[in-house]
């Protein structure tokens, strides 16, 4: 669960969506998440270590319109979407149910379409 946010100010861009300012969190795990360039998650209170599922379900929380883009029509989060943890894709180890550590950082590479 995410507490003692501290927003970071300044407007991020990430996929096309203009963020107002990503959280930290106070005396917190040091687990970081970035989709692109833009932190979003910088720290983990809860001393139990996040799933990258759980991760990526907290930014729900206050970036929804961010998550609807990860997901397809059923809310699932897409196959083809990019995660990987400090450099290896999630696809490697256990997907969404890989335990997190202190000091892993989980980075969402943003989906780009067009034509």
Known sequence: ???????????????????????VQKNAM???????????IAGWEDQIPPTVGQLLAAVRTTRPKLVATWCD????LRESLPVFINGEHI???????????DGDEVYVI??????
């Open 1 to 23: 669960m995410l507490k003692n946010l501290e927003r970071i100010p300044g407007p991020l861009d990430c996929n096309g969506i203009v963020l107002q300012g990503a959280f």
């Open 30 to 40: 040091n687990i970081k998440l970035t989709c692109g360039s833009d932190l979003l």
């Open 73 to 76: 029509t059923q809310a699932r």
């Open 91 to 101: 696809r490697y180890r256990q997907g969404l149910q890989t335990e997190l550590k």
């Open 110 to 115: 943003p989906l780009i379409a067009g034509g």
